[in-house]
């Protein structure tokens, strides 16, 4: 295998994921997007050729939800560690990288993240040390890496619009070229709907039928 793709996902929690959707979807409704998101970024990683994937979950790593992903062909989940977000992807790409020279992190909240885009971030990091998919909202929805990269997230306001700004400039200081990707829409807030795929909108719909309901599917 040639290269690790690592999904960053929460368990799900009605109230606790997709927030800022829950006054467009209800609790139950956003966190019934959230688990189709989950589901379909993993489909999309387990299509990369020569890859293997591993998810890292913030809350509980046994949720049913990852046990199906385990079904599907993921490799293994692994509880999330580290202060902030920065210090648990950094801690997630040091480990990556002792068993793979590329690694991909990605998170669970965009749709975009298709065979294609993953395959072309694992190109640019034939040349570039480091790679970043920019979000819409000044984030990324990607980081890739041949190298641990600490320092990339140092200071970075995470939750803000500086994000993607800050991480380029800590690149910058560390001497590391960046290769940029396209940009891709993180399905965050009520406006980012409008770029969610018909058939996740319709799974977030579903807060009565037991199979998406986050509710009846906690351990």
């Given amino acids: 295998?040639?290269?690790?793709?690592?999904?960053?996902?929460?368990?799900?929690?009605?109230?606790?994921?997709?927030?800022?959707?829950?006054?467009?979807?209800?609790?139950?409704?956003?966190?019934?997007?959230?688990?189709?998101?989950?589901?379909?970024?993993?489909?999309?990683?387990?299509?990369?050729?020569?890859?293997?994937?591993?998810?890292?979950?913030?809350?509980?790593?046994?949720?049913?939800?990852?046990?199906?992903?385990?079904?599907?062909?993921?490799?293994?989940?692994?509880?999330?560690?580290?202060?902030?977000?920065?210090?648990?992807?950094?801690?997630?790409?040091?480990?990556?990288?002792?068993?793979?020279?590329?690694?991909?992190?990605?998170?669970?909240?965009?749709?975009?993240?298709?065979?294609?885009?993953?395959?072309?971030?694992?190109?640019?990091?034939?040349d570039c040390p480091v790679v970043l998919g920019p979000a819409r909202d000044g984030g990324y929805v990607l980081v890739g890496s041949r190298q641990p990269v600490d320092a990339l997230f140092d200071g970075v306001p995470w939750g803000s619009g500086r994000v993607l700004a800050r991480s380029l400039i800590n690149a910058r200081e560390a001497g590391w070229e960046v290769g940029l990707l396209p940009e891709r829409v993180d399905i965050d807030r009520p406006e980012d709907l409008l770029y969610c795929p018909s058939q996740l909108l319709r799974q977030a719909e579903m807060t009565s039928r037991g199979t998406a309901d986050c509710s009846t599917r906690e351990r």
């Avoid at 939800?65 to 210090?87: I, K, M, P, Y």
């Fill in 1 to 126: 295998m040639s290269a690790l793709l690592i999904q960053f996902a929460r368990a799900p929690q009605p109230g606790a994921v997709k927030t800022r959707l829950i006054p467009s979807l209800g609790a139950e409704g956003a966190c019934n997007l959230h688990q189709a998101l989950v589901r379909h970024t993993c489909q999309q990683l387990l299509q990369v050729p020569q890859a293997r994937v591993q998810l890292w979950v913030a809350g509980d790593t046994g949720h049913a939800l990852f046990t199906d992903c385990l079904a599907a062909g993921v490799e293994s989940v692994h509880a999330q560690r580290g202060a902030d977000l920065g210090a648990r992807m950094a801690a997630a790409l040091r480990e990556g990288l002792a068993s793979a020279p590329r690694v991909l992190l990605v998170g669970s909240d965009c749709p975009g993240l298709d065979p294609a885009f993953l395959g072309q971030a694992l190109a640019r990091l034939e």
